[in-house]
């Protein structure tokens, strides 16, 4: 079955340690996208990528990270310099055109304990 | 950017009547306007999206309707059943193929 899958589910991170989210789609979509999740705040772009070996900030990159070397995989590294990680994570895809829907993975959670 | 506005933040209604969720948007060139489903702990799902060259679209007990010189856009979900009950997030298209989202609406259906 095509889809996108992160893993894990859940995460736990001593303050300090950088972590990195998997996102991984077997859908042969071009466009992949992270974004964070907190209470009441709706969904923040934090990186997106359109094609294999390019990427942009979103709105709220300070203390994130990515790669895209293959078209499946967009990995996210949350680093030490973020201060407040903890949030619910989602990664999501789209076809490389336009005005089309974005598939969502079920989301990592990451706490900082 | 854009900027998606989306209200009420807490909508509850009684099973049968139906609820009704508004958004508006800045960005003028926005012409793909999606709205998604998302369950406790899972990622959110699309239920129904709507371009620009329409005002309205249905799909079975959902509807969305558009108003482009307002730059509003609203969704629908008659004959309210229990598994209805979720966030519902609005979005609209801008730039380089992104989606701005609205902060979410929690829709409660009261058996």
């Known amino acids: 079955d095509g889809g996108i899958t992160q893993s894990p589910k859940y995460l736990f991170r001593k303050e300090g340690q950088n972590v990195t989210l998997s996102c991984e789609q077997n859908l042969n979509h071009d466009a992949m996208y992270w974004y964070r999740q907190d209470p009441g705040q709706g969904l923040r772009l934090i990186y997106y990528?359109?094609?294999?070996?390019?990427?942009q900030k979103g709105d709220i990159a300070e203390g994130y990270s990515v790669s895209r070397e293959k078209k499946e995989s967009f990995p996210l590294t949350v680093t030490s310099a973020q201060k407040n990680p903890t949030a619910f994570y989602l990664c999501?895809?789209?076809?490389?055109?336009?005005?089309?829907?974005?598939?969502f993975g079920q989301g990592t959670r990451l706490t900082v304990v | 950017g854009e900027n998606v506005e989306q209200h009420p933040s807490t909508l509850s209604v009684q099973e049968g009547d139906s609820a009704v969720i508004k958004c508006t948007y800045s960005d003028s060139a926005s012409n793909y306007f999606p709205w998604y489903k998302q369950e406790l702990g899972k990622g959110p799902q699309l239920i129904i999206d709507i371009r620009s060259n329409v005002g309205e679209k249905k799909d079975q007990r959902i509807a969305v309707t558009l108003n482009k010189t307002a730059k509003h856009f609203s969704l629908h979900i008659t004959e309210t059943q229990p598994e209805d009950s979720a966030v519902y997030f609005c979005a609209a298209s801008y730039g380089n193929n992104r989606l701005a989202f609205g902060k979410g609406n929690q829709v409660v259906v009261i058996p």
């Open positions: 990528s359109q094609i294999v070996n390019d990427f």
């Open positions: 999501a895809s789209r076809p490389g055109q336009m005005n089309t829907e974005a598939f």
